[in-house]
T-cell receptor, first 108, second 115 residues
């Protein structure tokens, strides 16, 4: 069972920030939120993860709400190569539960 | 390049064939995973090996048989498959299975078609 809910698709203009939302209302206090992306015909690629605090790395930022029931992945300056399916994942008792993800299309 | 290599990339087999998928990781990880990705469905965890011992088997039919001879190699042996087994089979690895901050590193997958 997927533990997350994401919109099935989104568009973003090239060079603009892409904000991908995720709901995980049943998350428990010690369960991490992960984001992965999958470009067609490749395996999923790790982007970022967090528990309670906001996180940033060279790829993206992760904003987690104070009640931890939702989060947003931010790609600050989307490029055409960011077109992919983005998965928000809650890790429960060592298992990564993937949903169906959000298909992000970056438009020139 | 993720450090996880899967072969073959594509495989077509008949329902009576026997074939094997191979995965090799060069990351020094201790846990390895098989996932199945069917069209329009979430990734499904099939098997987990930790330190070469199987620790998860998510109700996978016996026509799928995993093997982990060492911490760097993982195989999925296939026999008498059904057409509904056609899918992308993904291998992944992580430093440990039970750590809090684990990340999965995936291979590119084997696209399997069962005729």
């Amino acid at each position: 069972d997927a533990k997350t809910t994401q919109p099935p698709s989104m568009d973003c203009a090239e060079g603009r920030a892409a904000n991908l939302p995720c709901n995980h209302s049943t998350i428990s206090g010690n369960e991490y939120v992960y984001w992965y992306r999958q470009i067609h015909s490749q395996g999923p690629q790790y982007i970022i993860h967090g528990l309670k605090n906001n996180e940033t790395n060279e790829m993206a930022s992760l904003i987690i709400t104070e009640d931890r029931k939702s989060s947003t992945l931010i790609l600050p300056h989307a490029t055409l190569r960011d077109t992919a399916v983005y998965y928000c994942i809650v890790r429960v008792v060592h298992q990564f539960y993937f949903g169906t993800g959000t298909s992000l299309t970056v438009i020139p | 390049e993720t450090g996880v290599t899967q072969t073959p990339r594509h495989l077509v087999m008949g329902m009576t064939n026997k074939k094997s998928l191979k995965c090799e990781q060069h990351l020094g990880h201790n846990a390895m995973y098989w996932y199945k990705q069917s069209a329009k469905k979430p990734l499904e965890l099939m098997f987990v090996y930790s330190l070469e011992e199987r620790v998860e088997n998510n109700s996978v039919p016996s026509r799928f048989s995993p093997e982990c001879p060492n911490s760097s190699h993982l195989f999925l042996h296939l026999h008498t498959l059904q057409p509904e087994d056609s899918a992308l089979y993904l291998c992944a690895s992580s430093q440990y299975w039970t750590g809090d901050n684990e990340k999965l590193f995936f291979g590119s997958g084997t696209q399997l078609s069962v005729l």
